[in-house]
């Protein structure tokens, strides 16, 4: 084979398969931005005779879209920083601070959580909510999205941490500085690459999570989007424009977040393995 058809082939293969995960999202997109659904029917993969921006509003306001969007924004971002905040600590410790048989310990409990999927714990999860009375508000899912992201994200960090050089960190313990001080000016905004990467992999696991949003939270007004979703497709599931919309607002920031932080995500996670 030429070696010039050698570099093609692989070239060809990639835009086919850009094609056929862009195909989707963007037929929902046309149908989004079409006024009926005789227009859908009539030529699905067309462009929209005019851009008919009226379901953005009704999807938002009337459907209560934004009601949704805001809960799953607030909890997924916070639940996110808390646990890299948490992660950050845990690592640090882990990783810089010596205590043999106790470290061994932990790690091996960290990694142990990673070996039990999420939804064997769910009735455990279910009756601990009821006993601390937060079933039915959003603290129900802060705290499972928050420690059910630990054991991966103090997995990545404490492997980026242990590939940090220790000199500066020398450097500061001989000028005086106390650990707290060595962790917030020194580890972690060398650690940041890695921090980021755990943060948008908490946050893209918290706003798509459904099954704990459903049974942990009734009342309407304080839904998550994919929850919320639901509700939203019995409603107006005569109504494909109205559908195709939601579904925009709702992939829409995971696509916008993944696309400007790509870069940050691959570096995290590459600096973590290759040189751990």
């Not at 692989?10 to 009926?36: G, T």
């Not at 959580?113 to 899912?141: C, E, R, S, T």
């Not at 579904?247 to 920031?253: E, G, M, R």
Request: with cysteine.
């Amino acid at each position: 084979m030429p070696a010039s058809l050698k570099k093609t082939v692989p070239h060809i293969v990639l835009i086919a398969y850009v094609i056929i995960i862009l195909f989707p999202f963007v037929f929902v997109l046309f149908s989004s931005l079409k006024e009926n659904n005789v227009e859908i029917s009539q030529a699905p993969f067309a462009l929209p005779k005019s851009l008919y921006l009226d379901n953005y509003v009704k999807a938002w306001v009337q459907a209560k879209i934004d009601v949704y969007f805001w809960n799953s924004a607030y909890i997924g971002i916070s639940s996110a920083v808390i646990g890299v905040l948490i992660a950050a600590g845990a690592s640090f410790a882990l990783t810089r601070m010596k205590f043999k048989l106790t470290s061994l310990l932990v790690t091996q409990v960290v990694l142990l959580g990673m070996l039990i999927p999420g939804n064997v714990l769910f009735i455990a999860q279910y009756i601990l909510m009821m006993d601390l009375h937060i079933l039915g508000k959003h603290w129900a899912l802060f705290w499972p999205y928050t420690a059910g992201a630990l054991p991966f994200s103090v997995l990545l960090i404490s492997a980026f941490m242990k590939s940090m050089p220790g000199e500066m960190e020398e450097a500061a313990i001989i000028d005086g500085i106390s650990a707290p001080g060595l962790f917030v000016r020194i580890v972690l905004p060398l650690t940041l690459p890695a921090l980021v990467t755990v943060f948008i992999i908490n946050f893209l696991g918290n706003w798509n999570e459904y099954l704990l949003a459903s049974f942990f939270i009734s009342k309407d007004a304080l839904r998550t989007l994919p929850t919320g979703m639901v509700g939203f497709k019995d409603a107006y599931q005569t109504n494909y424009a109205l559908i195709c919309t939601g579904i925009i607002f709702s992939v829409t920031p995971v696509l916008i977040l993944y696309a400007f932080l790509q870069k940050q995500i691959i570096e995290g996670i590459m600096a973590g393995s290759v040189k751990g």
